[in-house]
């Protein structure tokens, strides 16, 4: 089983730059240990399961909540059986069928 989950968290009481506070959940993700792309708008992550997933999200809200009186959050999920690897299975697909590589 699989659950990619793509999310974009951010406090909104804390001014125009919040650079330092997205750094704290990518220090979060990172040590996870499930796989991820950080994007310009989000961070996608790949996980085992729900719980997996969901956890990696609250414990990046947990760090935030510390000093952030308010926080917005917007996730997505994509749920399937199967293998793993999809993050990249997905990409990859895409590519074949335009038959190169896209930006990264």
Same mark, same amino acid.
């Given at each position: 089983?699989?659950?990619?989950?793509? @999310?974009?968290?951010? /406090?909104?009481?804390? =001014?125009?730059?919040?650079? /330092? !506070?997205?750094?704290?959940?990518?220090?979060?993700?990172?040590?996870?240990?499930?796989? !991820?792309? @950080?994007? /310009?708008? =989000?961070? +996608?992550?790949?996980?085992?399961?729900?719980?997996?997933?969901?956890?990696?999200?609250?414990?990046?809200?947990?760090?935030?909540? +510390?000093?952030?009186?308010?926080?917005?959050?917007?996730? +997505?999920?994509?749920?399937?059986? =199967? /293998?793993? =690897?999809?993050?990249?299975?997905?990409?990859?697909?895409?590519?074949?069928?335009?038959?190169?590589?896209?930006?990264?």
């Amino acid at each position: 089983m699989s659950v990619m989950l793509n @999310f974009a968290m951010f /406090p909104t009481d804390k =001014g125009e730059s919040v650079g /330092p !506070y997205v750094s704290r959940s990518l220090e979060v993700v990172d040590g996870s240990g499930v796989d !991820y792309r @950080f994007g /310009p708008m =989000g961070t +996608a992550i790949e996980a085992d399961d729900w719980d997996q997933a969901l956890g990696v999200v609250k414990q990046c809200f947990e760090k935030m909540q +510390a000093d952030c009186a308010r926080i917005y959050c917007t996730i +997505a999920i994509d749920y399937r059986r =199967g /293998p793993a =690897g999809r993050m990249t299975s997905k990409i990859e697909s895409v590519e074949g069928r335009l038959d190169r590589k896209l930006k990264k």
